[in-house]
């Protein structure tokens, strides 16, 4: 049952960064692609229905993981606390960059939501990655179940880890340069005109930032996170997570190429999900590995009650097939481009 | 202020309070604007569906603050309360997730339709719409409710092998007795904040004289719906949480009601200073034997007083407690006599030219907001020492390894990012009401975020 939670917390927070993560990458690129009021408001309009429905799969996953394996949530958060407060106050700025930007109309108004909005999601991408990466790393969690990481201390894999090092700032800019090659598809995809032939540029030179970031992080994080071998050893059926990161990467180079521009976002989708999949199935059975292994955060050490998680499978069944109602509704009911003109006045109403 | 503990409450305290300001009236208005819906589609007139979507302009700005601002409540569980996070998280993280799953989707997919998409659904689909949003706000609040009345009053549970927590009876922890009665009240308490601002908008237009077939029915809505939950909110839901309390939390309620002995016909205290050293309440203005009244409904019942327990047993800061259940009910007892007065001269045809009233009206508006707030502060200083009444003392709650400084670092943050948020709040509410129903036509909302508000 607790592997069971494992894969589900994993496919909400797959679920979260394929979503939001092209609506973050599309914050990252907002000042690049777009140029004047008009296209900057074609770019926010590309986003506008969906990217606040995009942010609750981030709540959803972390109430889910609360639950699921509370130790985890404890440890995890307490011991992350700074960098996870400073995101917490990123997504308050990027979400009233978004949500107040259109009140007014001023030179003196929305430049400032512009930046913001820019900047927050641009150091969002970062935070995220470096978490990843803190998650591979592992963290100075001692017997007692709880650590508490600096930002940095000297840069370097020792035993007293920060946030920062070498390793974690390479996955924060991986993470950065694979959003915003995601969030260039999706703008390429939703937009018409120079926003769209900037936003197509901007993915092109991503994806090969992407492609020597991917492979050098790749190999070096089979060392940095002994787990990872041990694991594709035991179960080769896992190299299928990492062949679809491939498959999806290739993907996005050849569907560019051919000006597929809605197959070129979903293989950027695809290659996302096989990242974080294979990152998931390195470190699996542990939810929170150690610098010393022997205190690693596992799913059984870290799972609640057994009722709980079999009542709450029932629960979540179920309410996930009703979000993913409303998700097809509401994308849907948004589906294709637009234009400069048509996000006047909110999109399509 | 210098222990990590005290921080960490003042960051949870400071970071509800402020979040709270904004759902309470979102709540509110949810339901007032399914009203005004309800009004435009059975009466046909244009002039509902223009009401409707100025409030909804104005529920679009308070809900994007809400969803920013509650983003870190449910951060902060693991980040400054691990250890509790850890005992209970099996038990209350089912309701938090089931916030996530059942109402935050619902809203934030149904929200950008309804503010953005009314030519698209049509009447009736955009009632539907007006309609979910309602839905998922209150269904959030149960969920939210559920998970502080299980701190409350613990139910559904056990103690597990390792000492967690484990949820035990799924429908003991969402249908507990204390959640259901702390829910009503509290989402009363959220329809008349919602009540008290329309009516103050619509005071405001007609004593200025612009828009005022608007001021009308912004007036007459606010009364008409304020007035029935006013006096719900005194009874029966204000009674039963008293008698809740009453009954499983006897050391609080000798402490909200500053009774420092035990007594029979215990009287209830109007006013005074609850001096705890000399455990006795100054300048005290009572009135005999109403305390045994209204707890037993007997008047000569014995009423127990702070006597009779332990000091470890008592929550930590009476005079907070005292003054905050005094200022929740003081206020509820004013909105009661001003909405039957608004009512009286709404019943003979006065009130939208009596003017008294209509600045009593106007002026009334910041005190819903801090009924709300004291009620709030009453419940959960009320609970103290425990975190989980009976189960877990606040002191073993906090993180262990987030030290005073760093939660003073992020303490500061959040006042100063909230302090900014609360100013642009105040410009665009300011604007928004001055715009009016009728903004011209150049005012079109959200360039490029239809669905922007969460």
Redesign the interface.
């Known amino acids: 049952m607790a592997t069971v939670w494992f894969c589900l917390v994993a496919l909400m927070v797959a679920m979260y960064v394929v979503l939001d993560g092209f609506d973050l990458g599309t914050g990252a690129i907002h000042l690049l692609v777009a140029k004047t009021d008009d296209e ?6 590309s986003i ?6 995009n ?2 799969w ?14 985890l ?10 960098p ?2 400073m995101v ?2 990123l ?3 990027r ?2 960059a ?8 001023s030179l003196v108004w929305e430049p400032v939501w512009d930046f913001l909005f820019c900047v927050s999601s641009l150091l969002l991408a970062v935070f995220y990655g470096a978490a990843l990466g803190n998650v591979v790393r592992g963290v100075p969690l001692d017997g ?5 990481e600096p930002l940095w201390t000297n840069f370097r894999l020792g035993a007293e880890t920060g946030i920062l090092d070498w390793y974690t700032i390479s996955v924060g800019v991986l993470a950065l340069m694979a959003l915003v090659m995601h969030g260039s598809l999706w703008v390429q995809m939703k937009t018409t005109g120079a926003v769209s032939q900037r936003a197509g540029h901007v993915g092109g030179a991503a994806f090969w930032a992407v492609t020597v970031l991917t492979v050098v992080v790749t190999v070096v994080s089979f060392s940095v996170q002994p787990q990872i071998k041990t694991n594709f050893a035991r179960w080769p059926a896992g190299y299928v997570f990492p062949v679809l990161a491939v498959a999806g990467a290739v993907g996005v180079k050849s569907f560019m190429a051919k000006r597929n521009e809605r197959n070129a976002f979903l293989s950027s989708c695809i290659y996302l999900a096989g990242m974080l999949t294979s990152v998931v199935f390195g470190v699996y059975p542990m939810v929170l590995p150690a610098r010393n292994p022997e205190y690693s955060l596992t799913i059984d050490t870290a799972k ?2 057994a ?2 998680l079999k ?2 499978l029932i ?2 069944v179920f ?2 097939l ?2 993913t109602g ?2 097809v ?2 994308y849907r ?1 948004f589906a294709g481009k637009v234009t400069a003109g048509q ?7 | 202020m210098n222990s990590a503990l005290d921080v960490h409450r003042l960051h949870f305290a400071f970071t509800i309070t402020f979040h709270y300001i904004f759902p309470q009236l979102t709540m509110g208005l949810a339901l007032l604007l399914v009203y005004l819906k309800t009004k435009a589609l059975r009466t046909g007139d244009e002039h509902y569906n223009k009401a409707a979507r100025f409030w909804a302009r104005i529920f679009g700005i308070n809900f994007a603050v809400g969803v920013v601002t509650g983003i870190p409540m449910e951060f902060q569980f693991g980040t400054n309360w691990a250890e509790f996070s850890k005992a209970a998280g099996g038990v209350i993280g089912q309701t938090l997730a089931m916030e996530g799953v059942f109402s935050f989707f619902l809203e934030s997919s149904f929200l950008g339709l309804f503010l953005f998409g009314e030519k698209k659904l049509g009447r009736i689909g955009h009632w539907w719409a007006a309609f979910l949003v309602f839905l998922g706000s209150w269904l959030s609040g149960y969920l939210i409710v559920a998970t502080d009345a299980w701190m409350q009053h613990p139910t559904g549970y056990a103690i597990g092998a390792n000492g967690a927590i484990e949820l035990t009876s799924f429908w003991g922890l969402l249908l507990n007795r204390w959640a259901l009665w702390q829910y009503a009240h509290t989402m009363i308490g959220a329809v008349q904040t919602g009540c008290f601002v329309m009516a103050a908008v619509g005071a405001f237009y007609l004593l200025t004289k612009r828009d005022e077939a608007y001021g009308r029915t912004f007036v007459k809505a606010g009364v008409l719906v304020g007035v029935v939950a006013s006096l719900l909110q005194l009874f029966p839901t204000g009674d039963m949480q008293g008698k809740l309390i009453a009954e499983y939390q006897q050391p609080t309620l000798a402490a909200m009601e500053g009774l420092f002995e035990s007594q029979p016909n215990a009287p209830l205290a109007i006013l005074g200073q609850p001096d705890v050293q000399n455990r006795r309440l100054d300048n005290p203005l009572q009135i005999p034997g109403m305390l045994s009244f209204l707890t037993y409904r007997k008047w000569t019942a014995h009423v127990k007083g702070l006597d009779r327990f332990p000091e470890d047993l008592w929550p930590d800061r009476i005079p907070l407690l005292y003054y905050s259940y005094h200022v929740m009910v003081g206020l509820g007892t004013i909105f009661i006599a001003v909405q039957l007065m608004a009512l009286l001269l709404y019943w003979r045809k006065k009130l939208y030219q009596s003017r008294w009233m209509l600045w009593v009206l106007m002026l009334c508006v910041p005190l819903p907001y801090i009924a709300n707030t004291a009620g709030w502060i009453t419940a959960e200083v009320g609970r103290q020492p425990w975190l989980i009444y009976g189960l877990m003392r606040t002191a073993h709650g906090a993180s262990p390894r987030v030290g005073a400084g760093n939660a003073w670092f992020t303490l500061i943050g959040f006042m100063g990012l909230y302090s900014l948020l609360a100013i642009l709040w105040c410009f665009l509410m300011g604007r928004e009401i001055h715009l009016g129903p009728e903004p011209p036509v150049m005012h079109t909302h959200g360039s490029a975020t239809p669905a922007a508000a969460d």
């Open positions: 900057r408001r074609q770019v926010l309009a506008g229905p969906v990217w606040d429905g942010e609750v981030l709540l959803a996953a972390g109430g889910t993981l609360y639950f699921a394996f509370p130790q949530y404890a440890s995890g958060f307490s011991g992350f606390y700074l996870l407060m917490l106050w997504l308050i700025l979400g009233i978004i949500e107040f930007r259109g009140h007014l109309h007692s179940g709880y650590f508490f609640a009650g009722y709980g009542i709450g629960w979540w309410g996930m009703l979000a409303y998700f509704f509401v009911s996000s006047e006045g909110g999109h399509k109403s």
